[in-house]
């Protein structure tokens, strides 16, 4: 069974840029086609899907959503047209997959899938938010744009974590390459000197030198 990735575009471009992404792709049967990506903790994720008909009467289509170990946030059957929502319990990477099996012997054609992938600032539905707490316009965009600062406050914070983690692996690293370089060279000059007396006992021993 082959696997096949289709990167999405990074997290925190996508919060700058604040579009929406939509993804289109031919599903073979029997191969396993997949949207991968890292998204961070407590961001919620939603997704608007929908197939062709392939021509197989029989023809099913299991869409499932995993993070890498190995969990299952969302996972259809039967899947042609539907839209799934989850959050993000931790920083992961997250992978949704199409997989259409037919038996062997059976034809059967390419699906088309379409997929719409929204997550952080863009899976926020605004319009429900203005009619539930009686929102103006201006304080939508407001609202909006306060989330999306905020989205991007976070993605610096989580940058600057890293670079920090980076930072601290790299000092430690360079003090172990360090302390080894030195252990090296104290071998190395213990060795020498050993051979130089070992050498000198040795030759006057075979009464080569006095």
């Not at 539905?125 to 203005?130: H, Q, V």
Request: charged share 30%; proline share 2%.
């Amino acid at each position: 069974m082959k696997i096949h990735y289709i990167p999405f575009l990074p997290v925190f471009l996508s919060l700058l840029a604040f579009e929406v992404h939509a993804i289109s792709f031919m599903l073979a049967a029997n191969v396993r086609r997949c949207l991968k990506d890292e998204i961070h903790k407590d961001v919620l994720v939603t997704g608007d899907f929908k197939l062709s008909d392939s021509g197989g009467h029989s023809d099913k289509t299991t869409l499932s959503v995993t993070d890498s170990k190995g969990h299952t946030l969302y996972t259809r059957e039967d899947a042609t047209e539907g839209k799934f929502a989850f959050t993000t319990d931790d920083y992961d990477t997250y992978e949704i997959c199409f997989m259409t099996k037919v038996p062997a012997g059976m034809r059967s054609g390419e699906r088309e899938v379409s997929i719409v992938v929204k997550h952080g600032v863009e899976a926020k539905s605004y319009e429900d938010l203005a009619k539930s707490e009686k929102l103006k316009p201006m304080e939508i965009e407001l609202r909006r744009l306060e989330d999306l600062s905020e989205a991007i406050v976070n993605d610096f914070g989580y940058m600057k974590k890293r670079e920090e983690e980076m930072r601290d692996t790299n000092e430690s690293t360079n003090s172990r390459v360090l302390y080894f370089s030195i252990f090296s060279m104290v071998c190395l000059m213990s060795l020498a000197t050993w051979q130089v007396f070992y050498l000198r006992r040795y030759f006057k021993s075979k009464k080569l030198i006095e």
